[in-house]
């Protein structure tokens, strides 16, 4: 199916000056960009964007992590982008990440995976919808 996923480089992929590797990835693989900023995540996003771990031991920490520093957002779309996305991306403990993986390459713990991409189609639209504003993302085709 043709979809939309969330794919953001958080600050230590920022700051380690991953970004770029982390486009290149998804751009080489063929998804289309439709999706992109670069933004201070503000305490009501990460709230709502981590809701459901908001009682998790390590949901503070977790929190003041994202907060740390900018963030790249990306929405990409194409054919089970979102179901892919995960694959590209890793494991979300960076230990059990596969080395060809963002994480399996660049990543050696769990609270600090580089990047987030969306787990579900459901989950996508919600956190695209949370991190986007609809006229920022753009509808494109190939020109002939
Ligand atoms: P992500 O899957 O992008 O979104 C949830 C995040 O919570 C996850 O990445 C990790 O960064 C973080 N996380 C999950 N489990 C743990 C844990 N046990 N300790 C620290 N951080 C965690």
Request: aromatic fraction near 12%; proline fraction near 12%; charge should be positive.
């Given at each position: 199916a043709q979809e939309r996923t969330l794919v953001a480089v958080k600050p230590d992929g920022v700051q380690r000056r991953l970004v770029g590797d982390i486009i290149k990835r998804f751009e080489q693989r063929g998804f289309k960009l439709v999706g992109l900023k670069m933004l201070q995540a503000s305490e009501s996003t990460l709230a709502d964007h981590y809701h459901d771990l908001r009682?998790?031991?390590?949901y503070p920490s977790l929190i003041r992590y994202m907060a740390s520093g900018p963030v790249v957002a990306m929405v990409w779309e194409g054919h089970n982008v979102v179901r892919s996305s995960r694959f590209m991306v890793g494991d979300t403990d960076s230990a059990q990440a596969k080395p060809g993986t963002v994480r399996g390459d660049f990543s050696v713990h769990i609270s600090r995976n580089v990047v987030h991409a969306s787990d579900s189609v459901e989950v996508a639209e919600r956190e695209i919808s949370l991190w986007f504003?609809?006229?920022?993302l753009v509808n494109w085709e190939n020109s002939d």
């Open positions: 009682r998790k031991p390590f504003h609809s006229a920022e």
